[in-house]
């Protein structure tokens, strides 16, 4: 059986990342997927239609 834990998390100095999984027990081997999301404050604010018009005709 697979089991997904999420979590969200900053990349730190050098690209380091770090996870608390208090329900993992040491030495069991995990995979690690990570999903990076590469949308911009700005981007993200237009991309709604009422954020876009308040934004830009305020």
């Known amino acids: 059986m697979i089991t997904a834990i999420k979590q969200i998390g900053t990349v730190g100095k050098e690209g380091k990342i770090e996870l608390y999984t208090p329900e993992l027990i040491e030495g069991k081997q995990v995979e690690v997927i990570l999903l ?9 604010l237009l991309s ?8 830009l005709y305020t």
């Open 36 to 44: 990076v999301n590469n949308q911009d404050e700005t981007e993200y």
């Open 48 to 55: 709604n239609e009422k954020n876009r018009k308040r934004l």
